[in-house]
């Protein structure tokens, strides 16, 4: 696309987000957006499709919802971008610069973001489950479960019952980007608020005092925040507003 065709999307989708008369959604699903000057453009909501956006600088550029199903992100500047809730399902993000970036909740699953520049980058929420190639800065950034010994875990079940939840020494755990954490087994130290605690999950799963709690199938897939595990968060007032 020419930059005289890449303004007329933007001045239509701009009117499209201020819900003004002969607004129009920017559609660029395909386009040949390569090297394109995106800086701090309002894309939020575009749906970007395969776009080819290899070389393009998207500095400060307004993301948030956007469609990059399947986009080419190469070498691309995204550099203080806001991706917040975005997908990038199945983007090629090699090499993309997201320093800075809130990429909070979207949606990296089938990405790759080997060589990408994620430094700062906000990762919380987001969907990294079947993505290729993660740095191994995003894993040990994102790591909030001690990898080592025993631990205290607090879990929600229903009817506002607390557990407190003892995570043994040798039991696998993981966490995602997010908060929510998951064990393989726990041991049940104490019940606030009833006798025992039942899972909000499955409806039947109880926690009583001085049992071991093992869950059906664990997931290896530390990325998968809501695979088999105990789940359960390592501070009592996130549990409680859970």
Not at 155 to 176: E, H, P, T
Not at 207 to 223: A, F, P, T
Request: with cysteine.
């Amino acid at each position: 696309m020419t930059p005289e065709q890449i303004k007329e999307v933007l001045e239509l989708h701009t009117a499209w987000l201020r819900n003004q008369a002969g607004g129009q959604q920017a559609n660029l699903s395909g386009a040949n957006l390569r090297g394109a000057d995106l800086r701090g453009a309002n894309l939020s909501g575009a749906n970007l499709h395969s776009a080819d956006l290899r070389g393009a600088n998207l500095y400060g550029a307004n993301l948030h919802s956007a469609n990059l199903y399947g986009a080419n992100l190469d070498g691309a500047n995204l550099d203080g971008a806001n991706l917040y809730g975005a997908s990038l399902y199945g983007a090629n993000l090699h090499g993309t610069n997201l320093y800075g970036a809130n990429l909070y909740g979207a949606n990296l699953d089938g990405a790759d973001p080997s060589g990408a520049n994620l430094s700062g980058a906000n990762l919380y929420g987001a969907n990294l489950s079947g993505a290729k190639n993660i740095p191994a800065k995003v894993t040990s950034t994102t790591t909030i479960t001690p990898t080592s010994g025993q631990f205290i875990g607090w879990k929600s079940c229903q009817n506002g019952v607390l557990v407190k939840l003892m995570v043994g020494k040798n039991a696998k755990r993981s966490n995602a980007t997010g908060r929510k954490c998951r064990a393989e087994y726990v041991k049940v130290l104490e019940v606030i608020g009833a006798e025992f605690g039942t899972s909000k999950h499955d409806r039947h799963t109880e926690y009583r005092v001085g049992k071991i709690v093992r869950c059906d199938k664990w997931n290896e897939d530390r990325w998968v925040e809501c695979g088999g595990g105990i789940h359960f968060f390592l501070t009592r007032i996130e549990a409680e507003n859970y």
